[in-house]
Nanobody
Framework: QVQLVESGGGLVQPGGSLRLSCGAS????????MSWYRQAPGKERELVAT????????NYADTVKDRFTISRDNAKSIVYLQMDSLKPEDTAVYYC?????????WGKGILVTVSS
């Protein structure tokens, strides 16, 4: 059974930092592209960042470019999202996604709140 479990969310002040982690089990992690998505209240889920299976290539939404960094540790089956210079508009539930060809797996999500 595939499981993706997010951790590291919480409340942070504007300008602060958080690091999200997503631990994967039940799949061959190194074969999957990994992504972080987020969904703010009343809005559609949006793609935040993607990293390829080896970690050599990354892509970011324009709204988080130069502030967020996605990385992975294939030996530990973990993907990270380092979030710096956080803004109130980054407040959302963040979801971990694993994708290989037509197969997608999702975590349950974790709340990040940016507020003073």
């Amino acid at each position: 059974q595939v499981q993706l479990v997010e951790s590291g969310g919480g409340l942070v002040q504007p300008g602060g930092s958080l690091r999200l982690s997503c631990g994967a089990s039940g799949l061959t992690f190194s074969l999957y592209f990994m992504s972080w998505y987020r969904q703010a209240p009343g809005k559609e889920r949006e793609l935040v960042a993607t990293i390829d299976s080896t970690g050599a290539s990354t892509n970011y939404a324009d709204t988080v470019k130069d502030r967020f960094t996605i990385s992975r540790d294939n030996a530990k089956s973990i993907v990270y999202l380092q979030m710096d210079s956080l803004k109130p508009e980054d407040t959302a539930v963040y979801y971990c996604n694993a994708r290989r060809r037509s197969v997608n797996y999702w975590g349950k999500g974790i709340l990040v709140t940016v507020s003073s």
